[in-house]
């Protein structure tokens, strides 16, 4: 493998950890596959298969397995940085990282992420400095 530049590593790492975080979110959270009528959402299972194809081509058969594990497991942050570098290639060739061709899921997750959370804050009551409960 030849030397890569510091700029060609960023980018390298960048997409990985971009599909690596969708990857987790997708995996941890039932609602980014559900649509509004209640089925299943095909671009989201496309990327999740698409991502767990990629890294069995790119990676040795026993490594792919146990990176896969620690993905789902949300620990993908763990692999090693040749990994990190390999997979994020390969993510950037096939395009799918946020400018690729599932940058719909990418945003449909990350909006559907800030609806949960604001329907959470919502629910929670306010509170003003001197402690006191606003409603």
């Given amino acids: 493998m030849t030397a890569l530049s510091n700029k060609q590593e960023r980018e ?9 975080a969708l990857y987790t979110a997708l995996q941890e ?18 990327f ?12 040795p058969s026993f ?3 146990v990176f896969l594990r620690m993905a789902d497991a949300g620990n993908y942050a763990l692999a090693t940085p040749e990994t990190k570098l390999a997979l994020g290639r390969l993510f950037m060739e096939f395009g799918l990282g946020i400018d690729g061709i599932y940058r719909k899921v990418y945003y449909h997750t990350k909006n559907e992420q800030i609806r949960q959370f604001l329907k959470a804050s919502l629910r929670e009551p306010l509170e003003d400095p001197s402690g006191r409960c606003i409603e």
């Fill in 63 to 65: 490594a792919s397995q």
């Fill in 48 to 59: 999740l298969y698409d991502v767990q194809l990629k890294t069995r081509r790119a990676l």
């Fill in 12 to 20: 390298y790492l960048e997409v990985f950890e971009n599909v690596m």
């Fill in 29 to 46: 959270e039932e609602y980014t596959l559900r649509t509004s009528r209640n089925k299943v959402d095909k671009d989201s299972l496309d």
